[in-house]
């Protein structure tokens, strides 16, 4: 059974950094491509950034050169740097293993306000 557990969220002023962390278990991640995603109330959970196994980063462009993602195939984790945060980025983080239906973990919640 996949597991994923985020973390790492918090709240942070606007111009802030943080860095979230994804830890997968119950496969290997090494030929996977691993994706983050956000989602706010009332809205449908959006695609923020994604990691195919060869190492290129793909983002959405409204996060570009903001966020960093990144994976370790060893401990099978990926995280998700992100800095110059806009109250825009506030929402539930998630990461996902693409391809593996149904398996989301809690998400961590990330808030961004002054």
């Known amino acids: 059974q996949v597991q994923l557990v985020e973390s790492g969220g918090g709240w942070v002023q606007p111009g802030g950094s943080l860095t979230l962390f994804c830890v997968v278990s119950g496969m290997d991640i090494s030929f996977k491509t691993m994706d983050w995603y956000r989602q706010v109330p009332e809205k449908q959970r959006e695609w923020v950034a994604g990691m195919i196994s060869d190492g290129s980063a793909y983002y959405v462009d409204s996060v570009k050169g903001r966020f960093t993602i990144s994976r370790d195939n060893v401990k099978s984790t990926s995280s998700l740097r992100m800095n110059s945060l806009k109250p825009e980025d506030s929402g539930v983080y998630y990461c996902?293993?693409?391809?593996?239906?149904?398996?989301w973990g809690q998400g961590t919640q990330v808030t961004v306000s002054s």
């Open positions: 996902k293993v693409r391809g593996v239906v149904d398996a």
